[in-house]
């Protein structure tokens, strides 16, 4: 047995530049793995420079969650936990090691949370009953319903009404609450990698100027 064996999950994550594609495609080769996305920007079509997609350094390691929506539309983290359920379930059913890389932490941290967000329907009567109110009363209504951790719950009109849908929603549904609780993993392993500032930036300053010379701008 190896220590692979024990595990459902190992997890690659740092900073900008720190070097986790290539240390992630190194390690998928060594255990015979695939590797699946943890960027927020990545999953969107095109700007392959300006997010640092760097594709040519996966060298064949199979990839998940790149390229998945076009630019412009608004990924949310349901839809990313939907989809990297998705892509493990068939990583495994393949007999590979699924390896999370990337450095979007609210993606990295819900796996690893174990969550599971139920899909919420549209509430119409609920919807009209909130379409007179401000951003501010909006914003109120939810606080009341919720600790606010995540200020993106309220950053415009519709997203704050789809927020306090989604909890009316689990208050009538307290199975589904539950469901969306963490349930953490306990046989991940997490691999922080970790690079001295002087370098870091000295890779970004490099990463730049190529992708401005590659035609970025």
Known sequence: MTVTDTLSLIVITGPTASGKTRRAVELARAVDGEIISADSRQVYRG??????????????IPVHLIDICPAGYKYNL????????????????????????????????SVLKGLSLPEVPENTQLRRSLESKS??????????????????D??????????????TYYAEHPDMSEQAE???????????????RETRRQRITERLYSRLNAGML
């Open 47 to 60: 700007m392959d420079l300006g997010t640092g997609k760097d594709l040519e350094e996966y060298d064949g």
């Open 135 to 152: 951003l501010a009363e909006l914003t109120e209504i939810l606080a009341s319903m919720k600790s606010l951790h995540n200020v993106t």
């Open 78 to 109: 349901y839809e990313y936990l939907r989809d990297y359920r998705k892509a493990y379930d068939g990583i495994v059913a393949r007999g590979k090691m699924p390896i999370l890389c990337g450095g979007t932490g609210l993606y990295v941290e």
């Open 154 to 167: 309220v950053d415009t009109v519709k997203r704050a009404v789809r927020a306090i849908e989604i909890q």
């Open 182 to 196: 963490p349930h953490p993993l306990t046989d991940a392993l997490t691999i922080g990698v970790e690079v001295d």
